[in-house]
């Protein structure tokens, strides 16, 4: 007996959302800011929308040729269905079965991101590739040897002339490929966007509302409309890892006041995006925020603004949540444009 197409066990709407992403795959590419957006900090001027640029920096990111043994690719850690995170490990694993101690973040809106990954380590997108790819426990893998491998390559050399109208491959339009297809992945479709742009027939809840209300008051100091976060580094009350020992911001300023310091993470797409904090150390939504209504405030290495505590009750975890879910873009989790084209 046949089995049945894989789609039909698709709930309705993730079908639509599929077929819709599959109708509108880019032909061009232009990089629109969403109404109401603050302007990109990403250099589009530099490294101009170019869709066969995009398209190699697709191809790169879900190809394994960029690990030493070719073994581990960009979305080994970052899936797209899953908000480009890495939902079934605490922390991330690498080459070889290497374990690092920090969970990767999801990848969305980075052309809005002055600093890039928990520590703000990467100053930029390029430099964000550059860092997995070349970590002894992440990929491992020499930039001078994936230039090598890729020029080896005919299928890479046909797609880098399309690019870049030069076969010759080089470290620089490898990173611009790769920042052209990340600075792309961008997430504005979803409930919260289309009540906010008052589109006819949507609105929030009575719970989602109240959740809103409670989101405005309690957490949007730090994720801060639209974007969802202020791109700040914050301590926000975790006690430090004894087994991962991870000094967060510190690490790259050496500056003590920075100690246990970690990016404030966007909450778009929090619902997929889990497991939550830089180490994954708690696996539900509900524990996260469970976290932060019961923060111990005697902590004197507590960021400022949640001295002033986050006191929950049980409905307005509740409603809290309701409001978050309101945060996941479908269009964006499913886009056929993110996937692989093979």
Known sequence: MKSRPHYLFLPAILFLVLLLSALDLKKEIEFTVPKGWPKPVYSFTRNKPNIKSFELGRALFYDPILSRDSSISCESCHLSFTAFSHPDHRVSHGIAGLVGNRNAPSLVNLAWSPLLMWDGKAR????????????????????????????????????????????????????????????????????????????????????????????????????????FTDHSFRNNGLPADTFYKDAGRMKVTHNKNDSLKFRVPTLRNIEFSGPYFHDGRVNKLKEALKHYAELDRSNSDLDPDLRKGVGLDKQQLKDLTSFLRTLTDKYYLYNANYRPNN
């Open 124 to 227: 930029s997108i390029e430099e964000q590739a550059v860092l997995p790819i070349t970590n002894p426990i992440e990929m491992d893998l020499k930039m001078a040897d994936a230039v090598k491998k890729l020029q080896r390559s005919f299928k890479y050399r046909k797609m880098f002339f399309a690019a870049f109208k030069d076969s010759t491959v080089n470290e620089e339009k490898l990173l611009k490929a790769l920042a052209m297809f990340t600075s792309n992945l961008v997430s504005y479709h979803s409930k919260y966007d289309s009540v906010m742009q008052k589109i006819k027939g949507v609105s929030f809840t009575e719970s989602e509302q109240r959740g809103y209300m409670i989101f405005k008051q309690q957490c949007a100091s730090c994720h801060k409309e639209p974007l």
